[in-house]
């Protein structure tokens, strides 16, 4: 067996998980969907974070009933050799595409506010390759350098956002929603199903974070932290921007710090901080590509998972150059077809183990 | 159960707290992409049948003649002679290796004078041989394997045992200062050559019981003898038995240094990083026995090995053990503040210059615009052409006589470096640049891993070269993700820090001397006693 998985504690889990989260819900978010109707992404956000755990933590109750110690063998257990590949599959797409997004969006700042006018490939080229291989080093090396460079993360997004600090104004908070309560049901809606795959991720690496849970306390902690942040984020991008401005703007927390940063000759580290979140995003795409290995070596009972990491890397350097390389609105299409269809990615596992679930209750 | 033991014990507190990462490989693990399996057990395969002594004296010496070529090498010295007049006998010792005086004056003369008839080896043992350390062997092979190592063997007509007594007597260096581990307060004797002294400089310092030195072959076919060093109750079981079993792989022509053993036994011979610490220093590796690791000393060797380390454990240096903490804690933090300037600031450097000057400042921009505009060749191989200089000088350096090695850095630093920028070959800033990262390269204390840095620093000035700061991205994220997936015997390279443990010493700045007694990535015994008892 070489399923490069290791076993991880929970500060590395908690780091990995919570730093996934962020870049999906901070750094992966498209403008022109999140801010159409006004700006309630510092509550919708978290919120979705937090009911996504939801799902994650019936899986994991689902595991302990059946004592599988991560999702595949208890895919397996619960659906058998032939339906469990085929329900994990829709779960392995999701990932990879939540590997994606993060990594398209910045590909996309890279090229047009930090080289001006390089090829989109030759910015991949240093991006995909370190992805690849952190995800093939496997779930060890991968907590490990979650847990190396959150502090640095979280250091350079609290600079970013308290440096701005001088130009918030709570009027531009305003209009809270202009779609009424059903639109901000539901964006948050929409929303939870992009965090589903990235916290479901825990349970398909159960096994290295010693069981099934363990894997859910790290996912309430983690989910929790995640919000936290993006609330945070959320909150100081509003008091900056506008909705109407902010649903133009890629990445309004990288644009935060020309606000302040660029005035000053001593403090030009806009280029550095956004050096650093790409680490948080690859770090996350890595992770995201490995658990999405995991569950396919495990559910299609492969003893090696380094030939699932070797194709869904190429599936995430397909998707990421497709999601670069056409127009920014193919991407949302793609978006909005995952916010609606994305749920039965982590729906298939969950439901179809229902009644192994029930059984076990009524004994 | 309170509310905040609940949250505690519930959300923040795992099903197995110790066992939150593997502290050894106890498998011989996946087989690698490259290369077979390392084998296990090649060493001692000879020494699981022994081999018997004849009982006939003349048979022995014609068998001992054959094998140590005595018709053309004479330095097996053979003896025959009558113990107590009746008795035939060979004392059998290697010239040279043996001490005469101490063969003729303890073991031969009262043999030969003695009173009695019982010929049997141990009672020999126990009323003639006038040696301490004696012994009696049946096995010939181990016999001669001593007697090539120094000791002395008396074989006796009728007997299936030996008397073995320690006779070594050879010429060997004197114990002088570690040359490559200087410091300017603290011990200053180093290891030297000898096994035997080096066991005795660790144990003059550590004078507790439970300190175990076994020595066993290193695995070369020469013979050599290596000893490994623990505490027993302190040092962890199955980092032992790990040493144990890749110990028993090493299987060479002949080992002649720690090196050789360090690449045979390390987790990743293929990194750059070093896995184990070498050192000359008795008080350094008596300290890390001490905390529980587990050190290994290779007769003919002045280098111990120290094994498992981390990332910080390389980054130790004796002296900061040595000095009061402020002090102590200000060397640490320049050490590790010229590892990371000596690693980034070229590439760093190299990255503005070429594809974010928007970062630098005017006044700065036109600096380097002005230093560099006679230099013809393009910054980045500039950069490239003094790293490598600066490589040829601190080479040349080391591999010629003191005062002359030191003649060549003034000329290299000084010389070169004047006369390169007055002919427009590099420009001022990229020279004091590579300098200041020359610097900081040789802040870091051990030598091995200040190459791996040398080298860690032309990828990431390549890198920058290549892509800017996404380079240098792209090469950092690529180390510290080798490195976090690196073990040394099972320990994570990066731990405390990359998994967190229990460890509550600061890991930079340096900690008060009284606290933790071992290192809490070591999972050592006593750690598992503390902690039970708190629990």
Redesign the interface.
Known sequence: M?MNE???????GISVSALTLFSCGVFALDPSFAYENGNLTYLSIPLSMLVSLLPVLFIVGSMKKTGSRDLASHMRKTMGGVLAPAAALPLVAALVYCAARPLINFTEV?HRL??DGVSYP??LS??I??TV??AW??F??I???A??FTGFIALSVAAAAISAAPSFETYRLYPLYSGGTGSFVSFTASETLMFIPPLAALTVCGSG???A??AG?TA??SAAAAAFAACAVQLAIGLVYPYRVLSGLLMPLYRINFLSLAQS?AL?LD??FI?VW??GA?ISAAYCIYAASRLFAGTFAMRDVTPAVAALSAALLFTVMFGVLRDFASVSRVDSAVKKYGWLAAAAPAVLAIPRFRRREKE | MTFSDRIKG???A???GD????LNETESG?PPVFGKRRPVGAADTRADIPERIPRSIEKLQKELERRFSSDVDHDLIMRRFLIAGRTPALVVFMNGMADDAKVNEFLLRPLIRLEGTDTDPKALLNGAVEIAESATERDLSLALDSVLGGMTAVFIEGQRECILSETRGFEKRAVEKAENEQVVRGPKEGFTESLRTNITLIRRILCVPDLVVRQRASGGRNNVKLAVIWRRGVTDERLLAEVERRLDGVDLAAVTSSGMLEQMTEDCPLSPIPQMLSTERPDRAALHVMRGRVCIILDGCPQALILPVTFFTLMDSPEDIYMRRPLGTVLRVVRFTGAVVSVLLPGYFLALAL??Q??L?TEVLSTVIASRRMVFEPIGVEMLILLLIFQMIREAGQRVPGSIGQAIGIIGGLVMGQAAVTANLASSVVLIIVAASGLGNFCVPDYPTQIAASYLRLAIVIAAWL????????AA??A???A??LKSFGV?F?AP????TFRTKPLVLRGPLSGQAADDELNTAYDRRIRRREQ
Request: aromatic share 12%; proline share 4%.
């Open positions: 070489r290791g076993r991880i504690g929970w500060a590395e890279l930090v080289y030759a910015i240093f991006v390759p370190v291989f952190i080093k496997g060890e090396s907590g490990r350098l847990v190396i974070l010693n069981g849970e363990n306390k309430a902690v000759y030009r280029k550095l050096m790409l680490n690859v | 519930g959300i923040f795992f099903d197995k066992d939150r990462f593997e996946e594809y974010h928007g970062v400042s892509g800017g700061l996404l380079g240098i991205v792209a994220l690529l510290v993700a080798h976090a997936g994570p990066l820090f990359a998994p967190r």
